[in-house]
């Protein structure tokens, strides 16, 4: 009971992280974006590529590699995505080609065999009769002060509620003076960043292979479709409820049913309410 | 002579073309290549007669293709049943399908539409891999048989297969029927205040994309001998799609084109299995970017162009 | 003689905004009404609940005797309904021809000829013959509603629903169309409601005038009797536009 607890609460913090990322993205910039998936694997290569072989302290790697992938995400945006950007559907395929691209480099350079990550909390703790790692507990900690962090920006900083109000209206808040191009640059990598924060904190305990952020991928757009596009507390609610389902449904079923929660979900709600069920406004 | 005198003339040299390559390339591995693409060539012509037409664009079109091929796996490997029963089993299985997903989708708009039919595909996928007692799970089915005796038999079978689907899909196409759908595409609400019933008409043209799908699918399995959840993914629903836009959609027979083209680059690319990725990625992004009506139809219009 | 169109209390609510109130009233066969009122009056909502597109929350509409709530916005049409859009969006990709080819296909018409001859023939009749090839994208705004009303001619309408055929045309162009739906109306044997808000527009053109405000009729009557309506005049009073300039 209480393993199901924290593993659902893990792993609802490691989805919306993701989720919120992807959420924010299409949200403020219209766009869909399949790399998301390849930014978290760059996160987890990331931190294996700086500790391993540039030898950085391991507080540091984690840092590094998510400005990193921040960067590159911003990069993206400008060059591939925005001339683009007259076409969802292209810009989809675009950002496809990207996780495509992403994920053949990573073969190339790490080959397919799974990569070691140390900890950076190598402590199990022993709670009412349960080992928990202390990695996991950590990660559920990272997420949660990621995510406080982001409220916080778009809350209270000039910046913050800038994004927030293109996301809400991207036309208005033009006539306001504010320049959206730039907005989608920087959300895009923020979004990057998360997710390759994401990929960082769980790179200890999860296979850090090439394909890793396929799986992700599909569990972010499922949350955010049932969330809403869009919205941010819509994510955050749907990462928990998916978080939750598929590790109850993992321990008392099987694993493989658990995996087909997310798609079941996607489709009950596109078929009931496109929209999503905490969002807004209908996001196409 | 009038433009669609000069297509059918084309698509019969294609024909001819394709009658005779196995006859000159002997090997049974290039007629293993083709047979695989003539299979493609369906898949990609039906789905760019429904969401080439229409505008709807599917991105599921592997759950048609899946549900054809397990039919013909389920009727041969645990039925015991002659494979030809597939060819009629696998389509009306996918058309049913096709309502499954058709009706609760028909209010979706564009985007809305594709990730539906596309989770519709992935739950399937699932589904496969959830009762793996019936469907042999990632394994899937292995031991189906053959439909004919010769590899060169079984590619006349198909392209014969094809040439009628392809043909009909265009014959369809060009009848008032394709002027609706094109007109579903340019605008719903016109479309129906012009008093077409136009929920009739988007189910009728996916019941007919699925069915020639489905159709390909049991031929697929019938070559391959064995089905397998890969055939549910997204990845070849994509690659489908990919197809249709170098081959330009809209046309069917582009499409068919497109499916032949990219088979045969990634087959002799097959050495360099890395990088078959990058090719299609490439491929994408020179489509997008540079080349967004396709390469295959624009040339073949240009050259229509130049004859008599 | 009964009534082609009849009105019951009809009703639109969306959300809090009550758009349809308690609207009746009836057209005579032949007839050609204009339904005035300023913005946000509710006019083109009534032409959604009419033909179809919206389903009202109470009252009837019977059409030559037959209800039509319910009936999907096709099935309307091949009852006699056509309607016109306020924005035309003309099935882009196609040529003029083919806009209205697809009209023809409509069960209704659908045996009566063949389509493409049909069509090029109601190109003539709305004067856009010489652009029946070209690719409707490029046709100018004017054309563009000629178009739509030869796209709804195609159904062989008996009661033909035009919301704001003269919105946006330059002054120039409205007095042709004009003339076009008035020749038609007596060549096709039409009832015509119309919509616009701008009164001078369809003066001529109308043999009564149905005037709403906030959802609901407020006035019914001849041109010069609306135009000195209390409730009429009260209703267009600070209205930036000239409605009332009878010029």
């Given at each position: 009971?209480?393993?199901?607890?924290?593993?659902?609460?893990?792993?609802?913090?490691?989805?919306?992280?993701?989720?919120?990322?992807?959420?924010?993205?299409?949200?403020?910039?219209?766009?869909?974006?399949?790399?998301?998936?390849?930014?978290?694997?760059?996160?987890?290569?990331?931190?294996?590529?700086?500790?391993?072989?540039?030898?950085?302290?391991?507080?540091?790697?984690?840092?590094?590699?998510?400005?990193?992938?921040?960067?590159?995400?911003?990069?993206?945006?400008?060059?591939?995505?925005?001339?683009?950007?007259?076409?969802?559907?292209?810009?989809?395929?675009?950002?496809?080609?990207?996780?495509?691209?992403?994920?053949?480099?990573?073969?190339?350079?790490?080959?397919?065999?799974?990569?070691?990550?140390?900890?950076?909390?190598?402590?199990?703790?022993?709670?009412?009769?349960?080992?928990?790692?202390?990695?996991?507990?950590?990660?559920?900690?990272?997420?949660?002060?990621?995510?406080?962090?982001?409220?916080?920006?778009?809350?209270?900083?000039?910046?913050?509620?800038?994004?927030?109000?293109?996301?809400?209206?991207?036309?208005?808040?033009?006539?306001?003076?504010?320049?959206?191009?730039?907005?989608?640059?920087?959300?895009?990598?923020?979004?990057?960043?998360?997710?390759?924060?994401?990929?960082?904190?769980?790179?200890?305990?999860?296979?850090?292979?090439?394909?890793?952020?396929?799986?992700?991928?599909?569990?972010?757009?499922?949350?955010?479709?049932?969330?809403?596009?869009?919205?941010?507390?819509?994510?955050?609610?749907?990462?928990?409820?998916?978080?939750?389902?598929?590790?109850?449904?993992?321990?008392?079923?099987?694993?493989?049913?658990?995996?087909?929660?997310?798609?079941?979900?996607?489709?009950?709600?596109?078929?009931?309410?496109?929209?999503?069920?905490?969002?807004?406004?209908?996001?196409? | 002579?009038?433009?669609?005198?000069?297509?059918?003339?084309?698509?019969?040299?294609?024909?001819?073309?394709?009658?005779?390559?196995?006859?000159?390339?002997?090997?049974?591995?290039?007629?293993?290549?083709?047979?695989?693409?003539?299979?493609?060539?369906?898949?990609?012509?039906?789905?760019?007669?429904?969401?080439?037409?229409?505008?709807?664009?599917?991105?599921?079109?592997?759950?048609?293709?899946?549900?054809?091929?397990?039919?013909?796996?389920?009727?041969?490997?645990?039925?015991?049943?002659?494979?030809?029963?597939?060819l009629l089993a696998a389509p009306l299985v996918a058309v049913l399908f096709g309502i499954l997903m058709g009706f609760p989708t028909l209010r979706l708009r564009g985007p809305y539409f594709a990730l539906a039919m596309l989770s519709g595909s992935a739950v399937m996928q699932n589904l496969t891999i959830i009762f793996s007692v019936y469907t042999g799970g990632q394994d899937g089915l292995n031991g189906l048989t053959p439909l004919l005796d010769s590899t060169l038999a079984q590619y006349y079978l198909t392209l014969g297969f094809l040439a009628a689907s392809g043909v009909l899909l265009r014959l369809i196409a060009n009848s008032p029927w394709g002027l609706i759908?094109?007109?579903?595409?340019?605008?719903?609400?016109?479309?129906?205040?012009?008093?077409?019933?136009?929920?009739?008409?988007?189910?009728?043209?996916?019941?007919?994309?699925?069915?020639?799908?489905?159709?390909?699918?049991?031929?697929?399995?019938?070559?391959?001998?064995?089905?397998?959840?890969?055939?549910?993914?997204?990845?070849?629903?994509?690659?489908?799609?990919?197809?249709?836009?170098?081959?330009?959609?809209?046309?069917?027979?582009?499409?068919?084109?497109?499916?032949?083209?990219?088979?045969?680059?990634?087959?002799?690319?097959?050495?360099?299995?890395?990088?078959?990725?990058?090719?299609?990625?490439?491929?994408?992004?020179?489509?997008?970017?540079?080349?967004?009506?396709?390469?295959?139809?624009?040339?073949?219009?240009?050259?229509?162009?130049?004859?008599? | 003689?009964?009534?082609?169109?009849?009105?019951?209390?009809?009703?639109?609510?969306?959300?809090?905004?009550?758009?349809?109130?308690?609207?009746?009233?009836?057209?005579?066969?032949?007839?050609?009404?204009?339904?005035?009122?300023?913005?946000?009056?509710?006019?083109?909502?009534?032409?959604?609940?009419?033909?179809?597109?919206?389903?009202?929350?109470?009252?009837?509409?019977?059409?030559?005797?037959?209800?039509?709530?319910?009936?999907?916005?096709?099935?309307?049409?091949?009852?006699?309904?056509?309607?016109?859009?306020?924005?035309?969006?003309?099935?882009?990709?196609?040529?003029?021809?083919?806009?209205?080819?697809?009209?023809?296909?409509?069960?209704?018409?659908?045996?009566?000829?063949?389509?493409?001859?049909?069509?090029?023939?109601?190109?003539?009749?709305?004067?856009?013959?010489?652009?029946?090839?070209?690719?409707?994208?490029?046709?100018?705004?004017?054309?563009?509603?000629?178009?739509?009303?030869?796209?709804?001619?195609?159904?062989?309408?008996?009661?033909?629903?035009?919301?704001?055929?003269?919105?946006?045309?330059?002054?120039?162009?409205?007095?042709?169309?004009?003339?076009?739906?008035?020749?038609?109306?007596?060549?096709?044997?039409?009832?015509?409601?119309?919509?616009?808000?701008?009164?001078?527009?369809?003066?001529?053109?109308?043999?009564?005038?149905?005037?709403?405000?906030?959802?609901?009729?407020?006035?019914?009557?001849?041109?010069?009797?609306?135009?000195?309506?209390?409730?009429?005049?009260?209703?267009?009073?600070?209205?930036?536009?000239?409605?009332?300039?009878?010029?």
């Amino acid at each position: 009971m209480l393993q199901i607890l924290i593993y659902g609460a893990v792993i609802s913090s490691i989805y919306a992280l993701l989720a919120v990322g992807f959420t924010l993205v299409f949200g403020v910039a219209r766009i869909l974006n399949l790399a998301h998936g390849a930014f978290y694997a760059l996160g987890a290569y990331g931190v294996y590529t700086l500790t391993a072989n540039v030898h950085l302290p391991l507080w540091l790697a984690a840092i590094v590699a998510v400005v990193l992938v921040g960067l590159l995400g911003v990069l993206i945006e400008r060059v591939l995505v925005r001339p683009l950007r007259r076409s969802m559907l292209a810009v989809l395929l675009i950002t496809l080609a990207v996780a495509l691209m992403i994920e053949q480099v990573l073969l190339l350079a790490f080959g397919s065999e799974a990569r070691n990550v140390p900890s950076l909390v190598d402590v199990t703790y022993h709670l009412l009769g349960v080992d928990i790692s202390g990695q996991r507990l950590f990660a559920l900690a990272g997420g949660i002060v990621v995510l406080a962090g982001l409220w916080s920006f778009l809350q209270f900083t000039r910046l913050g509620s800038a994004i927030l109000a293109v996301s809400q209206d991207a036309e208005a808040a033009q006539y306001m003076g504010i320049p959206s191009d730039r907005m989608y640059s920087i959300v895009m990598g923020m979004s990057a960043g998360m997710a390759a924060a994401a990929g960082v904190l769980v790179a200890p305990f999860q296979s850090v292979i090439p394909s890793m952020g396929l799986l992700p991928l599909v569990k972010a757009f499922a949350i955010v479709v049932v969330g809403g596009l869009g919205s941010i507390a819509g994510s955050v609610v749907g990462a928990l409820l998916l978080g939750f389902s598929e590790t109850i449904i993992a321990f008392k079923i099987s694993i493989e049913w658990s995996q087909i929660v997310s798609v079941a979900a996607v489709l009950v709600t596109l078929v009931l309410r496109p929209a999503g069920f905490f969002g807004k406004r209908a996001a196409f | 002579m009038t433009g669609d005198r000069i297509d059918w003339i084309g698509a019969l040299g294609a024909l001819a073309l394709l009658v005779v390559i196995p006859l000159i390339f002997g090997s049974s591995y290039i007629i293993g290549v083709m047979t695989v693409a003539l299979c493609y060539g369906m898949w990609a012509a039906s789905w760019d007669f429904m969401s080439g037409l229409t505008g709807r664009e599917n991105f599921g079109h592997s759950l048609f293709i899946g549900a054809g091929a397990y039919t013909a796996g389920f009727l041969d490997v645990n039925f015991g049943l002659s494979p030809w029963w597939s060819l009629l089993a696998a389509p009306l299985v996918a058309v049913l399908f096709g309502i499954l997903m058709g009706f609760p989708t028909l209010r979706l708009r564009g985007p809305y539409f594709a990730l539906a039919m596309l989770s519709g595909s992935a739950v399937m996928q699932n589904l496969t891999i959830i009762f793996s007692v019936y469907t042999g799970g990632q394994d899937g089915l292995n031991g189906l048989t053959p439909l004919l005796d010769s590899t060169l038999a079984q590619y006349y079978l198909t392209l014969g297969f094809l040439a009628a689907s392809g043909v009909l899909l265009r014959l369809i196409a060009n009848s008032p029927w394709g002027l609706i759908l094109r007109a579903i595409r340019g605008d719903e609400a016109t479309c129906q205040a012009a008093g077409i019933n136009v929920n009739f008409y988007k189910i009728a043209s996916l019941m007919i994309s699925a069915a020639v799908a489905g159709l390909g699918g049991a031929l697929y399995a019938h070559y391959q001998l064995q089905v397998g959840p890969d055939l549910f993914t997204v990845v070849l629903s994509i690659n489908i799609i990919i197809m249709v836009y170098v081959g330009g959609i809209g046309s069917i027979y582009g499409p068919i084109g497109g499916a032949l083209l990219l088979n045969v680059l990634t087959e002799t690319l097959r050495g360099l299995s890395e990088y078959r990725l990058w090719v299609y990625t490439l491929v994408l992004v020179v489509i997008l970017f540079f080349l967004p009506q396709g390469a295959i139809a624009p040339l073949w219009r240009r050259i229509r162009r130049v004859l008599p | 003689m009964s009534a082609l169109l009849q009105v019951e209390g009809l009703n639109k609510h969306f959300g809090g905004l009550h758009a349809v109130r308690d609207v009746s009233f009836s057209l005579q066969r032949g007839s050609i009404t204009g339904v005035l009122g300023p913005n946000g009056a509710g006019k083109t909502t009534m032409f959604n609940l009419l033909s179809g597109f919206i389903r009202p929350d109470s009252g009837t509409v019977l059409f030559d005797g037959s209800p039509l709530v319910g009936l999907a916005p096709h099935q309307i049409v091949n009852c006699g309904v056509a309607r016109t859009f306020q924005l035309a969006r003309p099935f882009a990709g196609m040529t003029v021809l083919e806009n209205v080819e697809v009209a023809c296909l409509a069960r209704r018409v659908r045996h009566s000829g063949a389509p493409r001859a049909r069509a090029a023939a109601l190109l003539d009749q709305v004067g856009l013959g010489s652009q029946a090839d070209n690719e409707v994208d490029v046709l100018p705004y004017g054309d563009l509603r000629r178009l739509e009303i030869a796209r709804a001619l195609a159904t062989r309408p008996s009661l033909l629903l035009l919301d704001e055929p003269f919105a946006g045309l330059g002054a120039g162009e409205v007095g042709p169309l004009a003339d076009l739906i008035r020749a038609l109306h007596k060549s096709e044997g039409l009832t015509i409601l119309l919509i616009e808000h701008k009164l001078r527009e369809f003066m001529q053109l109308v043999h009564e005038i149905i005037a709403m405000d906030f959802g609901e009729i407020i006035a019914v009557g001849s041109a010069a009797e609306i135009v000195r309506h209390p409730r009429v005049i009260e209703a267009y009073l600070g209205a930036d536009d000239p409605v009332l300039e009878l010029g």
